[in-house]
């Protein structure tokens, strides 16, 4: 039944901020359980999630309802919104990331006993987590001793990722003629102060860490000026900040802050998002149980997760699923169908041994 789920749920786009359609296909089908309780929030006009609890939930797993949209249809050897078996392995889009993750908790709850297990679908994870951030801060899932993220991982557990921040930075000027450009001030020579200097200094906010390496901090784009003959009043940067476990937003925001007016100059600091970094701080014991059922060693993804949410709000979480992330968010996205059993047969042991 996996690949009918699978079938099923990848026949309906479900883009971040619109997934009316893939919640009803899943309260439809979970609505008559006796042992969970269905709950369908909406966190947009279109977004939707779903909870399946029991009474008390020792375990969380999580399953995003949102994909990324296509892109060049063109691009896809086969058609997006149908499953295609083909070289060992389903291809579609959203067939990894994350609906594979979805039709394996339909059959868990088909064939397992998940009385002590609770079941995460939220939407928006592709467009900063919107669903489960409306999920959390409402107080509706419960405080479980251990949550999964169901994520492509190669059946490996990953325990740690970095968070990210991107800021905004606009600088002001002063409007002249280029031909007497004293009379001006120009914002994008104060923009480019602040990058020499950002580079010179950026190291001293930067942390190692043993698995994660080390805190970036990198200009992603530059704009400014809106005449060959003007000198610029207004540029404005965007810094990309990946961070690391403990490296909160206000900190990066301070210390840039800091770094202007050492060197006399101003710009506004504006948070265009934020995401914060997962490091696993719960009992090994639950790690060990996941091994013991069949997953593989631990180690670090290289992108970010519901993880860190749940981590935010004292639950801890790891990252764990079938499939290589590198065909993700591609026209070439697809999972194994080895990947694909060995999934189901972890969780399924891994379930049992709750009892």
Known sequence: MIEQYLNDLVAIPSYGGEEIKVADYLADRLGSLKTHRLSVENYSEHGRSILLMPEQPSVI???HLDTVPPGDTAEWKNAPFAVTDRDGSLHGLGVLDDKVNIALCLELLATVDCSRVGFVFAGGEEVSALGLHSLLSKKLIPKAQFAIALEATQLQIMTAHKGAVHLHLDFAGQAAHSSKPSLGINAIEKASSFIQLLEQ??????LPHPLLGSTTMTVVKITGGDALNRVPAGCALDIDVRLLPGQSEDQVKTWIANLLQAAGL???????????????????AWLEKLQQSGAGQTGTVPYWTHSALYEQYSIPSVVFGP????TAHTPRECIENSQLEQAYSILQQFIQRLS
Do not use: W
């Open 61 to 63: 797993l999580d399953a």
């Open 201 to 206: 200094k950026k190291d001293s906010f930067a």
């Open 266 to 284: 101003n710009a506004a600091i504006i948070t265009d998002s934020f995401a914060p970094a997962m490091e696993y701080r719960g009992d090994k």
């Open 323 to 326: 499939g290589d992330v590198s």
